[in-house]
């Protein structure tokens, strides 16, 4: 425990890369929110694995299937459950992993933890593949946020140290590689292709905006909006760090120089400039919350490495076969999102049972 | 809701700076564990402001009382609650940060979302006093993971860009300031010397390490390591970053760099290197936990600022009086220690539920 | 929220009646437990419809589905989801339910807090099958608890008021009918066919025990023994009341009739009787748990009812068509031991982070 | 874990009954919320001890101190800390319970769960000195739901099998000792002093009535209101059974004689009878909600009792000097009201989460 996120809504996420199904539950959906399951999948389609040099070849429909909680397109106030059957299963690659734990995965630690259950047949559990239902739990808080005025959205801010100049406030982001300089993207790509060539991988820093919160979400200590949204996203597997608003370059500045003055525009309270990344005291001050994810290389690359054999207890060298993604960050910019809408959703929801008087 | 901490033990923070009191309760302390409340007294004067350039002058005793949760020396099974009398109040000093908000705290998110019902005399319960009961929290966890073989330190890594190098797990921490550099130390005092004669402020980096654990705490998805650190860090006021083992920097990172191999050591498996921080997976491998915390410069500066006033809606300047920390650095360290150990003590008993068959 | 229930492991449970499927998800259950599929269709199909009187014609094959969390007949740690899929659904039955809600359901209170979009159709979220999810979780429960010894066992101990007298400690239950007494469970089935009849409907009792249970689950204030297997039996719909030991009857009793004298058995503490029902200060004695669950008659009856139409506003008669149980109590026999099973292992393993020292 | 309650509210009550004090934190109170504290005097006035014949003579103030969670006389949004000082304690009194536990109590179970490190004395953290904070929390609530139009009352409905009868919604409840017939409390109270005077002590039942709930409280399943009050409840000492509506009695009922038709009255959707006590499908139809709580005898009688002695592990006799309730029925009725308000309240809010689109 647990594999659950929320204090308003409970979202549990299960599965495993090669048991039948993968899917999600999310309990405390209020009644009578539309959802339209095309843009469910089109949201979901963007974090599939594609035709393109940065993904795992594996095809998967990855089809969420809703088993409950909807009648007539809206939520019905009973849990909604949804599953993604897994199809294209090749356990046969992965035979080795067994006892010769990848150095990066969580085979070795998985194995110790679970005393040899754990089925780590593709992953298992820690497969990237259980982004997909988290995508459907995050897809579905995105759109009722949307009718709320909240709108989220995430960009490949640096992969491989290139990163993209831009502004996400205010510039558009790519569909096809979601970036905003074009060029910038471009070289990505190539460093991507360039590392899959090599047989190696490369990591990469998303960021993500959300726009529209009102004042008031979150609240002080461990009920804070970092807290929150943090606990989302380093749900998502390889995250290593994350920072709002100037985040970790806030350590290097004064006082005066990282404050963020109020002001008064459009007859409302703002700030003039938003350093703090929409969070104040741990509680959303109206402005853009604005955060930045480290995402690791993929550990999985086919060169040769140094591994031990648990059974034996020796030392090996360990050679991995399958279908891996040089780089995750391009399709892990709509599960950035889709944490984030998980985490605001949950906050919004809790804020109402203050303001309701 | 909520300002508890915890699926195993809860850790309930409560108080504001000039009410009667600041407190914690920590349910679920397993019975019969000593607690030694002079090391616990000594813990906290780590964090107590001193005669020192770097720390407010107002003078707390930081007694903590404990109500209930102990007899003969030990935890009793009950919940432990323990208070710190608020002595030296002075609520005058904070009379007209009602209706203007200083900038970088949060007068103005706590205006909106309590309706102009918060305490906010002295920050309320946005105070850093408030890290003086999560530190006796923090206290107690570590003299029980202590006797577990858990050890967990931190020291300054860097105030307003200036770094420590050394290494946190072999090399000595001071004890008067807590970097292992002596002269960067000194610079570090300096600068922080500087902003206060400048009427600013300065952030900085906390670097901790957990050593001594067993492979297996955490789990995956939202049960991670690194989601059940940050939720305890971030909890701490003015953090606004958390890395994991090598962290961002891994963003840059190839896979063939960033992988740790794995090797036989002393008859244990074990990591060459620890570049992910001590956790694969969301769960311990066994190698040191590594994490980082990027801290804000204090928003309290005493120098002309611009807000807003909330009564008549138009934009004024403020000067902040009172006492403030230019750099609550040094003070935050046994904080952020604090908030580890909880964090770790938490999952630690939750890894007993799966490991006792 | 929250259809989920526990501390150290969370069941939640999800679907409508005529939904593709119901289920359920257990996060938390230890990794390597062996779960006999086998032993739990055999439990599941002590709550199945039968060829009898006293239960619904519906025939649902009420296979569960194991979706994930287990590998190789055993847990492997990640969540154990189980759907069972909706096939024999006849929906045009409730057509007119919507608008003229059923005396004794939950159609009205469930039109009011959905504002209209529940799915109600044959029961909806509020259905009596919702009970099968529960079985699976219970089942699976059960037999983790007997390989520590720990046995459920329950009866119908009232129906209609025909008690079956009987000691549930030491006299065997019935497989077909599950009373004690050949004969009172005959009269209890008369008593059922009568009603069937008339168009009517019945309550009843159900007692359980819980055996071998280890000294110090549960805990004092709200984690005590009756609180935590209350919320798990009041999970079962129709439960109107429940009681332990001698229960109700122990509010007629002085405390020198009450109380349970301590004596030496077997070598080890004992009481001679066991009015506390194996439960004092909230906390496991050592000794059998007892309680029983009262059982409303079921609502849906033949007879025309007394309603309102809620879109007219307007009194009105209703007869209710559609496949009903005369009476739930026998049925219900197993899923009493469910929930009991999911309270106790839940406990047992809340236990287990306060012993592993 | 966890002396907590609530979902939405979080309710932690602390303290042992010879410790400094004993209290509680209330998180999750919206601000701005006046309490008043007199009227909260005069709620834990009704259960403190006092000059008669059916309660302790031990004395004490019972004077709540706030020490937080408070400004300008109303909730400020940060948790509410009250704790009562233990003044009036002697230990001596209870000495010889350490080894030899009274049957009843938690002193056995406590002994074991706590591994021999409890602190016991004067009952400890399971005296019925606990209650007094549950009063503060539940009074605190009561106040709040007031303001909404929500009131609870309770009375003892019987004693030593002395019943009170009339009908606790219509007719009024004595003030000195909470019986709607002062004929009934008389013979009650001289069952009292009957069992007293043979150093013995009497249970009973107390009746409570929730008026004035919106339709929707609560949910299916696992968050019935049934589910929700009962774990309150059951947080009670002494508490061994609950029971909604008719309760235990509708088991002997057919469907035709339990259910509750719907009519239309005062232009709102009513039913005729009340016989479900408020509750349909876990969720309040807008009827009074009405629950009774079994209460055992004192297991604290003056008479001897047979005992073992935990370090010799033999048998022996037991007289328990010190002062005790013969009845803590009279004394327990607002605490039952107050167990109620506390799940009540919690789940208000929790309908605003749905509600408030």
Known sequence: ?????????????????????????????????????????????????????????????????????????????????????????????????????????????????????????????????????????????????????????????????IEDPGDILTEEIGTDFPVIHVEAGAKMQECIAKALSEGDSVGGIIECVVTGLPVGLGGPLFDGMEGRISQAVFGIPAVKGIEFGVGFASAKLRGSENNDAFCIKDGYVQTETNRCGGILGGITNGMPVIFRAAFKPTPSISRPQKSVDLTTGEETTLEIKGRHDPCIVPRAVPVVEAAAAIAVYDALLGRRKEENR
Request: proline residues 6%; contains cysteine; aromatic residues 6%.
């Open 1 to 161: 425990m647990s594999e659950s996120y929320g204090e308003n809504i409970q979202v549990t996420i299960f599965g495993q890369s090669h048991a039948p199904a993968i899917g999600v539950t999310i309990d405390g959906l209020p009644a009578g929110e539309e959802i339209d399951l095309d843009e469910l999948r089109a949201f979901l389609s963007r974090r599939a694995p594609g035709n393109n040099a940065w993904s795992t070849p594996r095809k998967e429909a990855d089809e969420p299937e809703i088993q409950c909680g909807m009648a007539n397109g809206k939520t019905c106030g009973a849990p909604l459950t949804a599953i993604i059957r897994n199809q294209n299963t090749r356990p046969g690659d992965y035979a080795n992993l067994r006892t010769v734990p990848r150095p990066g995965h969580a085979d070795y630690t998985a194995y110790v933890k679970y005393d040899g259950s754990a089925d780590m047949s593709g992953g298992g559990h820690f497969s990237g593949r259980l982004t997909a239902p988290l995508c459907i739990a995050g897809g579905i808080c995105k759109q009722i946020l949307k009718r709320e005025g909240i709108e989220i959205k995430a960009r490949i801010q640096a992969i491989g140290g």
